[in-house]
């Protein structure tokens, strides 16, 4: 018998010639390769959970410390028409009738002043600041125009007159400053964004 005739031959008498084993791709089950693949997934998902966890925190961390700030906006304009009564009642006392005023009325303008001091500190207190934008480059982000007054001896867009003052509250604007804006004079220089008017002094 020939070495042809030994060897298994296929349906045509050809002989049939084996072909090597090759490893399938997935790993055998428990063997270190799967152990390792398995352990690398895990790792990556929770790598995953903790970023997630960390980003729902800081979310959490700004929603709550924007409710403390800002949930009082609906109050505090309701106390603005407080604020503005009392600088309107000072406002009607002519500086004439100060200077020789009587003892009581001059108690009863310093009182009305310590009142509009302490309620601007209260607003203070919980993040709400009064801005007067007077001399400064008009603003429309925080400035509300009301009129335009020529005036050719300031640049044009100056705030020449604040009719009613601006609040913030935080970083927003709770109430924008109604204002003149002077007209004819020479171009404003570009102001620098401070995203944030002077405080009243």
């Not at 709550?64 to 503005?84: E, P």
């Amino acid at each position: 018998m020939t070495d042809r005739d030994r060897q298994p031959q296929d349906t045509t008498g050809e002989p049939v010639v084996s072909k090597p084993y090759i490893m399938p791709d997935d790993p055998e089950p428990g063997s270190v390769e799967l152990l390792q693949k398995e352990a690398a997934e895990s790792r990556d998902r929770m790598l995953r959970t903790l970023a997630e966890m960390e980003n729902l925190r800081k979310r959490t961390a700004k929603e709550v410390a924007d409710s403390k700030l800002y949930g009082v906006t609906s109050f505090a304009r309701d106390v603005l028409d407080i604020a503005d009564n009392l600088q309107r009642a000072l406002d009607a006392v002519p500086a004439e009738a100060r200077a020789t005023a009587d003892p009581g009325l001059t108690a009863l303008i310093e009182g009305v002043e310590l009142t509009e001091r302490s309620l601007l500190n209260a607003l203070e207190k919980h993040g709400v600041k009064k801005f007067d934008p007077q001399g400064q480059k008009f603003d429309p982000n925080f400035q509300q125009a009301m009129f335009e007054v020529p005036d050719a001896s300031v640049p044009s867009g100056t705030v020449v007159q604040v009719v009613q003052a601006g609040y913030l509250i935080g970083d927003r604007v709770l109430r924008p400053a109604l204002v003149g804006v002077s007209k004819g004079g020479a171009k404003a220089a570009p102001a620098a964004n401070t995203n944030e008017p002077n405080s009243a002094a």
